[in-house]
C-alpha cells in the first residue's frame, strides 16, 4: 500500500508540473530556521485532479505557491508545461484560488471576473462575454452587477473561481479554497468544482485538510508531513466517475478515506519522533513556520 | 449577509417605514438642541447672568443678522476669508501629504523611516509654528495662515494614505503576481481603490484641523476682517453677541465642509464597509 | 522603543545638515573670527541669496542654541534656556492638571453612552460637534467667566482633552468580543462586574491611543489659553512675547517653538511609557 514517497511518474507529453528536488527553507539572519520542503518530487499530468493533504505546517500551502512561482524554491526546479514556473506566471498559466475570496469590493461581480483580462488585454467585448459565459457556468449569472459583499461567502468563492478559469489558464492552484465554508455548503461546492473540471478539463491542485473532500475530488492524493515538510504517500483514487452523493456511500470510498487516514498519521508518527530528536523546540519551530508563510 | 437582503426595497410602504426610523433615530439629538436653545433663551431672560459671557440666543442670531455684512466686525466677509484660508491650507497640505505617501509607499525603506516620525509628528504641539509661519510668508498674506493649515493637514494625510496603500491583503499582491500583473497595475488596481477610503478619513479629520488652523493662525496676527480676529477683538469689546456669532459661523463652517466631503466619499466609495455601518 | 530614539536622532541630524545646507548655498555671508577658538578667520560667501535662508527667517541653528545660554534679556541674570525651562514645567502643569481631568471627563462620560443608547444618540453628535469650535474662539469667554488665571487655562486644556478620550472610549468599551459578554451573562454578573472585568480592560489600548494625542493636545491648549489668560510665566506668553522682538532677535522665537516641542514630544513620551508598561505587549490600536 505504502508507495515510495516522492514518486516521479515518468515524464509523457502530457506532463503539466514537474517537480525535481525541490527544498524550501526560511532562514533568519542567514541561519536556516525551518525547512518548509525537502527533497519533493512530483509530476502531475494533464487533466489530473491532484489533492495536497497534511497537517498544518507541512508545506503544502507553499508547495502550492512553489508551483506557482509565488515563493521560489531554495533547491531544485519546477517545470509547468515544459517551462521554468516563473516563465509560465509571466505566460499566464495560472488560476488562483484562495482560501479567502480576495474580490475586489470596489468592482462589481462582472468587473471582478474581468479584472485578469483586463490586464492580458482582452478587448472590451471578448471580456464581456468571457465574463458572462464563466458567471453562468458556476450559476451566478444573475449576479453580474452585484458587489461582492451582496454575496454570501459560498457565492464569493463561485466568483472567485470564476475569475480564476476566465482566461483559460493551463492550470487552476486552489489553495483550502472551501476551509472557511460551513460543511453543508463545501459538499455542494466541491460537487461544483468537479462539475467545472469535467465541463473544462483543466488541470487542478487543490491544497486541503479535509480527507473526505480530497478523496471526492482528486484522481491523486498526495499525502505531506511535517517537519521537514514532504511527501509520504502518493495515493491513486480510483472511484467511478462522474461522481456524485451515492460516491460518499460507497464502500471503496470509505475504503480510500480510511487509507488516507492511515497514511497521514503513519507520516504524524514520523513527525513526532523527528520532534522528540529536534530536543523538543518544536513549539518555537511551529511558531516561525507560521511566520515564513507555511501552512 | 444574504443576496435577497441587500436587494433595494421596492415598496414605498417599505422606504416611509424607514425615513420614520431614521426621524426616530435623530430625534433624541435635535430634543436636546431645541431643549438646550430654549432653556438657555429663558434662563438668560429671567435671571441676571451679566458676570457670564452668555447672550441670549436670540440676541447672537441679532448679531449675527446686524453684522453679517456691516458695522465694525462684518462676519460674512470674515468668514469667507477664514474659509479661504482654510481650504487653501487643507488643498496644499493634502496634495503634500499623497505625493509623500505615494512614494513612502513605492519604497519600503523610506517607508520605515518615515511613518514613525510622521506619526511622532502628532506629539509636536504644531501650532506653536503659527507665528514662524506668519515672519516667513507674511503677516498680511493668507498664505502664513494656509501654510501652518498645510502643516497640520500633511500629517495625518501621509499617515492614513500611506497605510492605505501598504495595508493590502496579501492574497491580494500574491492574486495580482500570478497574473504576471505589473506593478502600474497593482498600484491603480489595488493599492489606490484600498487607500481610498483612508484618504477620506484622512480628509474629513484634516477639514476640522484646517479651520481650527487657521482662526489659531490669524490669533498670532494678520489682517483684521478675518473670524479668528472678529472673535478676539469683539471679545475684549465685551460684545459677546457678536463673538458667538462668529463662532457659530465658524463652527457651522467647520460642519458643513466636514459633511460635503462625507458626501464626496458617498459618491467615490459606496462600496466601502463604513458607508453601510451606522444608519438607521 | 531603541530603535525609535535613534531614528529620532538621526532625523534630527538630517533636519540639522539640511538646514545649514540651505544656509550654506543661499544664506547671508558667515564670518568667524576666531573660529572654535583656534584663532582661524573663517569666512564663507554663499553663491545664492535665498530671503527664506538668511539669518531673520532661518537662523543658524548653533546661534539657537547658544542664545538659550545667553540672558533672557540685558542686565538679567537668568539663561533664556533656563527661563524657558521654567515656563515648558509651568505650562506642563497647567496641561497635566487639564489632561487628567478631561480624561476623566471622557471615561464618564464614555461610559455614560456606551450603557445609554438614547444619551449617545442624544448627545454624541454635539460631542463632536465640539470640536469645531476653536479653542482660541472660545478661550477669550472662558477667561471672562472664570477671570484671568490657571483655572481658565486648565479648562481649555480639558475641552481639547475630553475629545479623543470619549471617543475612543466609546469605540474601546464596545470593543469586547460578543461571546466575552455573554460568557459574563452566563455567570450572570452585574452590569459593574462586566464594566470592570471585561470592558475596561478590553478598553486600554484604545485609552493610551487616545490620551497620547490627548497629550499632545493639551499641551496646545495650555499654550493657546494663557495669551487671553493673561498668564505671564507660562510658554504661551513667551511665545507670544518674543514673536513681537522676532526682528531684533529671531533666535528666541526659535528657541521657545523648540522647547515647547520638547515639552509636547515629552509628554508623549511619558504616556507612551505608561502604555508599554500598562499593555505589556498587548496590540496598541492605530489612531483616528
Same mark, same amino acid.
Given at each position: 500500500m505504502r508507495q515510495s514517497a516522492g514518486r516521479a511518474s515518468p515524464t509523457t507529453p502530457d506532463t503539466v508540473v514537474r517537480i525535481a528536488g525541490v527544498d524550501k527553507t526560511f532562514a533568519r539572519d542567514g541561519v536556516v530556521v525551518t525547512t518548509a520542503l525537502s527533497g519533493i518530487d512530483l509530476s502531475i499530468s494533464r487533466g489530473e485532479f491532484v489533492s495536497l493533504i497534511g497537517?498544518?505546517?507541512?508545506?503544502k500551502s507553499t508547495l502550492l505557491r512553489v508551483i506557482g512561482d509565488l515563493v521560489a524554491p531554495s533547491a531544485g526546479s519546477v517545470e509547468v508545461n515544459g517551462k521554468p514556473a516563473a516563465q509560465a506566471r509571466r505566460d499566464r498559466d495560472y488560476g488562483m484560488v484562495f482560501q479567502a475570496p480576495v474580490l475586489f469590493d470596489w468592482r462589481s461581480v462582472e468587473d471582478n471576473v474581468k479584472l485578469p483580462l483586463e490586464l492580458m488585454g482582452y478587448d472590451g467585448p471578448r471580456r464581456t462575454a468571457r465574463a458572462k459565459e464563466m458567471l453562468d457556468l458556476v450559476e451566478l449569472g444573475e449576479f453580474l452587477k452585484h458587489h461582492p459583499y451582496q454575496l454570501s461567502g459560498g457565492m464569493q468563492q463561485r466568483v472567485a473561481i470564476a475569475r480564476a478559469l476566465s482566461f483559460e489558464p493551463a492550470i487552476l492552484l486552489m489553495d483550502e479554497p472551501f476551509g472557511a465554508l460551513d460543511e453543508m455548503t463545501r459538499e455542494r461546492m466541491n460537487q461544483e468544482v468537479l462539475r467545472i473540471w469535467e465541463a473544462t478539463g483543466t488541470t487542478i491542485v487543490f491544497v486541503t485538510h479535509s480527507i473526505p473532500e480530497a478523496v471526492f475530488l482528486s484522481s491523486r492524493v498526495v499525502v505531506m508531513s511535517a517537519r521537514p515538510g514532504r511527501i509520504t504517500d502518493v495515493i491513486d483514487i480510483d472511484l467511478d466517475r462522474p461522481r456524485g452523493v451515492a460516491t460518499r456511500e460507497e464502500p471503496r470510498y470509505f475504503q480510500l478515506v480510511t487509507a488516507v487516514r492511515e497514511a497521514l498519521r503513519r507520516g504524524g508518527m514520523g513527525d513526532e519522533l523527528a520532534e522528540r530528536m529536534e530536543d523538543g523546540s518544536g513549539a518555537s519551530i511551529d511558531r516561525t513556520a507560521a511566520e515564513g508563510g507555511i501552512g | 449577509m444574504s443576496a435577497a437582503a441587500a436587494r433595494p426595497a421596492a415598496s414605498g410602504s417599505i422606504a416611509m417605514s424607514r425615513w420614520l426610523r431614521r426621524i426616530r433615530w435623530y430625534l433624541p439629538a435635535v430634543l436636546v438642541f431645541v431643549g438646550t436653545i430654549a432653556l438657555w433663551e429663558l434662563v438668560v431672560q429671567n435671571i441676571d447672568l451679566r458676570g457670564l459671557p452668555l447672550p441670549a440666543p436670540s440676541e447672537i442670531a441679532g448679531a449675527l443678522s446686524d453684522s453679517w455684512g456691516a458695522g465694525r466686525w462684518p462676519i460674512g466677509k470674515a468668514a469667507a476669508a477664514t474659509l479661504f484660508e482654510a481650504l487653501g491650507g487643507l488643498a496644499i497640505g493634502t496634495f503634500a501629504g499623497v505625493v509623500v505617501a505615494g512614494l513612502t509607499a513605492r519604497f519600503v525603506t523610506a517607508r520605515e523611516l518615515l511613518l514613525p516620525l510622521a506619526i511622532g509628528a502628532? !506629539?509636536?504641539?504644531?501650532? !506653536?509654528f503659527a507665528p514662524l509661519m506668519n515672519n516667513w510668508f507674511g503677516v498680511l498674506n493668507p498664505l502664513s495662515k494656509m501654510m501652518i493649515v498645510a502643516v497640520l493637514v500633511f500629517f495625518p494625510v501621509v499617515v492614513n494614505v500611506t497605510r492605505g496603500l501598504t495595508s493590502v491583503e496579501p492574497a491580494a499582491l500574491e492574486l495580482m503576481r500570478s497574473y504576471a500583473a505589473s506593478d502600474w497595475s497593482i498600484l491603480w488596481q489595488v493599492r489606490v481603490p484600498n487607500a481610498l477610503p483612508y484618504f477620506f478619513t484622512a480628509l474629513k479629520v484634516g477639514s476640522t484641523l484646517a479651520l481650527i488652523g487657521a482662526i489659531v493662525g490669524e490669533y498670532f496676527g494678520g489682517s483684521s476682517d478675518v473670524l479668528g480676529r472678529v472673535i478676539v477683538q469683539s471679545a475684549s469689546a465685551l460684545r459677546f453677541d457678536v463673538t458667538w456669532a462668529a463662532i457659530v459661523v465658524g463652527a457651522v463652517s467647520g460642519i458643513v465642509s466636514y459633511l460635503a466631503i462625507a458626501a464626496v466619499e458617498r459618491i467615490v466609495i459606496?462600496?466601502? !464597509?463604513s458607508q453601510r455601518a451606522g444608519e438607521p | 522603543m531603541r530603535r525609535q530614539a535613534v531614528l529620532f536622532g538621526s532625523f534630527a541630524l538630517v533636519v540639522l545638515v539640511a538646514w545649514e545646507g540651505v544656509k550654506f548655498l543661499g544664506g547671508v555671508p558667515w564670518r568667524f573670527p576666531n573660529a572654535l577658538g583656534l584663532g582661524i578667520d573663517v569666512f564663507h560667501d554663499p553663491p545664492f541669496r535665498w530671503a527664506f535662508a538668511n539669518d531673520l527667517n532661518l537662523p543658524h541653528w548653533f546661534n539657537i542654541l547658544g542664545v538659550l545660554g545667553q540672558?533672557? *534679556?540685558?542686565?538679567?541674570?537668568?539663561?533664556l534656556g533656563t527661563f524657558l525651562a521654567g515656563a515648558a514645567f509651568y505650562t506642563w502643569r497647567e496641561a497635566a492638571i487639564g489632561f487628567v481631568v478631561g480624561a476623566l471627563l471622557g471615561l464618564v462620560l464614555a461610559t455614560l453612552f456606551v450603557h445609554s443608547r438614547l444619551a449617545e444618540r442624544a448627545f454624541v453628535p454635539y460631542v463632536v460637534a465640539s *470640536?469645531?469650535?476653536?479653542i482660541v474662539a472660545l478661550a477669550p469667554m472662558i477667561v471672562y467667566a472664570f477671570g484671568p488665571s490657571v483655572a481658565s487655562v486648565v479648562i481649555i486644556a480639558t475641552y481639547l482633552t475630553f475629545f479623543p478620550v470619549t471617543i475612543a472610549m466609546i469605540r474601546g468599551l464596545r470593543s469586547p468580543d460578543p461571546r466575552a459578554l455573554e460568557l459574563m451573562r452566563s455567570y450572570a454578573s452585574s452590569a459593574w462586574d462586566v464594566y470592570r472585568k471585561v470592558r475596561l480592560p478590553a478598553s486600554l489600548p484604545y485609552l493610551f491611543t487616545a490620551l497620547k494625542i490627548a497629550a499632545t493636545a493639551s499641551i496646545v491648549g495650555a499654550i493657546i489659553g494663557e495669551g487671553p489668560g493673561g498668564i505671564p510665566d507660562g510658554l504661551g506668553r513667551a511665545i507670544i512675547n518674543f514673536n513681537q522682538s522676532y526682528i531684533t532677535s529671531p533666535e528666541k522665537l526659535w528657541g521657545a517653538i523648540l522647547v515647547s516641542s520638547l515639552l509636547g514630544i515629552s509628554f508623549f513620551a511619558i504616556i507612551r511609557l505608561l502604555e508599554s508598561l500598562t499593555l505589556r505587549g498587548r496590540a496598541a490600536v492605530p489612531e483616528l
Open positions: 497537517p498544518s505546517g507541512c508545506g | 502628532s !506629539a509636536v504641539p504644531i501650532i !506653536a459606496p462600496w466601502h !464597509a | 540672558p533672557v *534679556q540685558r542686565g538679567s541674570d537668568e539663561s *470640536q469645531t469650535i476653536p
